[in-house]
DNA sequence: AGAATATACGGAACACTGTTCCGTTTGGCA
DNA sequence: TGCCAAACGGAACAGTGTTCCGTATATTCT
């Protein structure tokens, strides 16, 4: 941290107090309405829960993907920390690359809206769409190899379309009649089909 | 048809020409819009497109859905018919279930923004979910069970999971990065891992 | 401390879209 | 031809995202 002070381009000049206390509000008041209301809820509302002006929001947040970013950073990051750990700890890669898809699983079906938002092709989603690829792609490509190298399932298949496939597939998952974990589990077990014209 | 007008308690009063005329040019208008620009092109341009004012939409097609439903209706009947004409056509039930998907997905993916537009909860569009649902389930049912007599498939899957699964899957086919069919394909061959723990 | 300045804030205002409503027009009929 | 119910057009209203600028305040300088 002390080092950034320290060098010498731009001293990374710290942001005035309210506006980093804003920021946590922010960030507090868009979790819960996400939980309330789904990640689409109105700015408005998000402004009034924080008791802030709109411009605010706009200020820390330019886009609603940028918002939603911060808000789940957290668990993306864990899940992406996840893949490496799941490959290393002793079962077959493709056990390994099933486990972990269900934790992405878990994760976007708890968030309501989060997966409809994922495959919005809205321009203001656009780097929340970045955000998840940059950071899971590569991990579900490390698990998707390892299997594919133990000839444990196909090999033509690339991480970002089985993230998106899966991602579809959470679309919708608070619906009763349909179960997403389910429906993913099948296209897991349709990975291992490899020769079945 | 005829049957209609001898009928005993509403003789169904024919609409005014100049109201047959609109629909009619309507339909044009918002099949060309849905093309030009998906299926939630703005009102205003659909009634645009037609010369006629935003009031008109609204009486002949009370919901966005109505005028989807009524702009893609030949096409879903005819992809509901092909079900018992390929199950009946030689092949394995398997086979038949495989290639109507295909028809199905076929349909969906050429429809910018209707794959969407059928997952979304947004209550304007039920009426279109509940369509495609009155309609498709049945015959996705049918085929469904062929092939689960058959043992070729799992037996666990309902007529509704798998078409909104296939839906889901056709979420934002138009990205070049991302193979609607070949992801379908996958869940498909998936149905057949009857016993894969 | 007190003044100066950059930073941040609030929320009105604008743009866009869906939806409703009502005064006006018009097709069908006696 | 004259009537009137049906249909029309589009203004008006409502909800939401986004921008902008006058005001307030934290921080720095003297």
Redesign the interface.
């Known amino acids: 941290m002390a080092d950034i002070d320290s060098g010498s381009a731009r001293p990374a000049p710290r942001k005035r107090a309210d506006a980093r206390r804003n920021e946590a509000t922010l960030l507090d008041a868009a979790a819960s309405a996400f939980i309330a209301s789904g990640v689409d809820v109105p700015v408005r509302d998000i402004a009034a829960r924080a008791g802030v002006g709109v411009g605010t929001i706009y200020r820390h947040f330019p886009t609603r993907a940028d918002l939603i970013v911060a808000v789940y950073r957290h668990q993306v990051e864990a899940c992406a920390e996840a893949g490496p750990t799941l490959l290393a700890s002793g079962g077959t890669p493709r056990a390994a690359l099933a486990r972990w898809i269900d934790l992405f699983v878990d994760f976007l079906v708890t968030k309501h809206g989060l997966a ?1 938002a994922l ?3 809205n321009a203001a989603f656009q780097s929340l769409h970045a955000y998840f690829l940059d950071r899971l792609v590569p991990v579900c490509a490390q698990l998707l190899d390892a299997a594919a190298t133990a000839g444990e399932i ?1 090999s033509d ?2 991480a ?2 089985l993230l ?2 899966v991602g ?2 959470c ?2 998952a ?2 009763p ?3 997403a974990r ?2 993913v ?9 490899i020769d ?1 014209d």
């Open positions: 409809e495959q919005s092709d196909r298949l690339t970002i379309e998106r496939g579809n597939l679309v919708g608070d619906d009649r349909y179960d389910r429906m589990g099948i296209l897991v077990a349709g990975l291992g089909v079945d």
